[in-house]
């Protein structure tokens, strides 16, 4: 599955230099990988880290978000919940990188419960979405041929109204008052393969190429 | 702080259908040793506060597969699989609650607040059942304080005294819930002469007792 | 962090009516170099938000004397005669607040919160012109957030990344400051090379510049 | 002015083992000469240090809440002022020392505000009022010949229904739901010259000598 390395690569190009940003787990996860070294990014993780690093081999004291043992940069900080959240409530959060299983129209994204069938619960993602100044999706266009960017999320929602920026193997599609616009589209793929693979309407104006992304 | 105690005198402060905080984000700073003893007693119907519901065998996962826990008020259990299996089964009740607005339930409480603002939440199912309160115009949830019987804290330096610092990513929801209970009880990691009054992250007037650490 | 500076680039973020926080509890740990850089320029009706109107020679007590302060928001001004003077002439407004509503309400802007439920000044003229909220049967106040254009901020030693930890009792209303800010500007005693992450108190994210140093 | 010691040895016998009490400005700050070195006490104050000690002759870093150069137990520890009121508003206070203007048979306080006279403003006084588990009041039991115990108070209040005890130069008096109870006077004077220096009702029936006085 190359997919996911697409979708991260061309999110890290979004990040700016002095950015605080928090990766979910999944795919948020691998856009650190891409982060250009000429930018100053902060990773900042839920559970109390700013400057996150790398995961690490040796199982340690020190965990990320998805408690996997991993380090801090130098200049990192370890802070307390109630500090992390204060953080991404308050808006010192610049970019929220987070999966969804639905995306709609109006911006709002689903992604903690399938009744009756899994409840991870919404951990830290409700607080980001709603504190960060910009949400970003990174998921898969579709599930099992299935479009995941609906007219409306039928699951019950993360955020209503939330997210900035939707991007998938296929396109990155930009959130706006008047609905969804498709932007780029990756070069695999024609501007019909993605409404195709889309249950939302898409506003289509002025596409470009998907940034990132050899040919 | 009152004494150092071990844990048979720990168990004395047991009782059927108590709350308890754990602190620990996914098992990361969770008080193992105080688990571990809850365990060699039969203690039962307790309600957990505790960010997460563990793992099957590490934090406050081991209470729940062992039946202990009547109802677990969590933001995430994704990580532990008998607690969706308990719950689909009507045998445990679970309350997913966000991450940010359970910290800063536990901290309300401890700080004698009446509850918190939060726009955390809104247009979602956390919506249910609470008081929105509008301040110039925009919608917040009023969240109430969060109290418990007991908290258990790991992660921990102790010093002679009982203050606290905290060991890099255990810190989390460790300092808050130490305020918010009516028994606070620590398993520190290392007992230290005493902690410099500017690293001090918990203040020993917070502290009931301490568990010895054995060499 | 953006970037250490020297007085001359500090004075360019000052306009005539903003406002201001001053970190300090009776000026100990109050940026006295950033104030004296404020005498130093024509600024003026500024509304100012600290603990106390601190004293004729130190802390915001020195703006006050020099009249640039036209709203003053503070728990104490016992310690400052001319602030008495001023407000009973008509050329000061001052605003009273418990001190620990002041803080919290501070906080509630930097965590992203609408406001918190305190008991504290019920049934006293602190009730005026407040929404009084009943949780469980228990009233409280309303006391909705405060936010201002610039955080001074002192009592602090700075690393290379913009971390802070404080002098003693020196950190007091500081830390909170810097996250109700949107420019937060630190006066440090120290500047040295890093803070152990563990005993950060400030994370780097939350400052925007810091006064250099001059030997 | 013997007074003032005779008051503050008083009240320092009603400190025990094991509490943090906060001292206010005044009289109350010399309870702590007068504790018992058998006893365990732990000083708070609301500036943000756990276990000040004695003030200090030498120019600090380090002050009281008076603003006083102080010194600091060994244990102690700094916290800032949103910490510090979350001790107080949350009950983790055991004891409050302060002085008042007036005191009420309902144990409501003024001690902030004289209008149009003196505003010294109520700094930290109403939180600590109001979270504090037991509220002393430590004053002269007039003002220039005037009863400073009256049936209700006259000034903007502090506190309404805070106050646990009033001691004074004359006597020790407990606020019950029911009203003041007189239940200690100095062998200098008698019931009958304390009730006259009373405006309030006092319900006597077992009066005893005023503990801690030598005769």
């Known amino acids: 599955m190359e997919d996911k390395f697409t979708i991260a690569k061309r999110i890290a190009l979004e990040l700016k230099n002095g950015d605080l940003v928090n990766l979910g787990i999944g795919i948020p996860t691998i856009v650190a990988d891409y982060i250009d070294p000429e930018k100053r990014i902060t990773l900042q993780c839920e559970n109390g880290i700013i400057g996150v690093g790398p995961v690490s081999e040796t199982i340690s004291d020190l965990v990320n978000a998805g408690g996997i043992s991993s380090t801090i940069h130098p200049g990192g900080s370890f802070i307390d919940s109630a500090v992390s959240f204060g953080l991404i409530r308050g808006g010192h959060v610049d970019v929220t990188v987070l999966g969804a299983l639905e995306v709609d129209e109006e911006g709002s994204l689903a992604s903690w419960i399938v009744p009756g069938k899994r409840v991870p619960g919404m951990g830290g993602a409700m607080d980001l979405v709603t504190g960060s100044k910009k949400v970003i999706i990174a998921m898969s266009h579709t599930n099992k041929g299935q479009p995941k960017i609906l007219h409306k999320c039928r699951l019950p929602l993360t955020g209503y109204r939330k997210v900035g920026l939707i991007v998938t193997e296929m396109a990155v599609i930009e959130v706006k008052s008047d609905g969804l616009h498709l932007v780029e589209v990756h070069p695999a793929y024609s501007i019909e393969d993605v409404v195709k693979a889309t249950e939302a309407t898409l506003i289509i104006d002025h596409v470009n190429v998907m940034k990132g992304v050899e040919s | ?215």
Do not use: W
């Open chain 2, 1 to 215: 702080m009152k004494a150092f105690i071990k844990k048979a005198e720990f168990k004395q402060f047991l009782k059927d259908g108590i709350t308890i905080m754990i602190g620990g984000f996914l098992s990361n700073g969770a008080p193992e040793r105080l688990i571990d003893a809850i365990l060699e007693t039969d203690v039962k119907d307790l309600t957990i506060i505790c960010n997460d519901g563990g793992f099957e065998t590490s934090g406050s996962g081991k209470l729940i597969v062992a039946g202990r826990v009547k109802h677990l008020i969590a933001s995430h259990i994704g990580t532990n699989p008998t607690v969706g299996t308990l719950m689909q089964e009507g045998k445990m009740k679970v309350t997913l609650v966000p991450q940010g607005t359970l910290v800063e339930q536990i901290r309300a409480d401890g700080a004698g607040l009446g509850g918190v603002l939060t726009p955390t939440g809104l247009s979602t199912m956390v919506e249910t059942g609470k008081q929105i309160i509008e301040v110039k115009g925009i919608r917040y949830l009023l969240e109430e304080p969060l109290h418990a019987d007991m908290a258990l804290i790991g992660g921990a330096v102790a010093d002679q005294y009982g203050n606290l610092r905290y060991i890099k990513s255990m810190r989390n929801f460790n300092p808050i819930m130490a305020t918010a209970a009516d028994i606070v009880i620590v398993d520190p990691r290392e007992i230290v002469d005493t902690i410099d009054p500017e690293q001090v992250i918990t203040s020993y007037p917070l502290i009931d007792y301490i568990l010895e650490v054995e060499n």
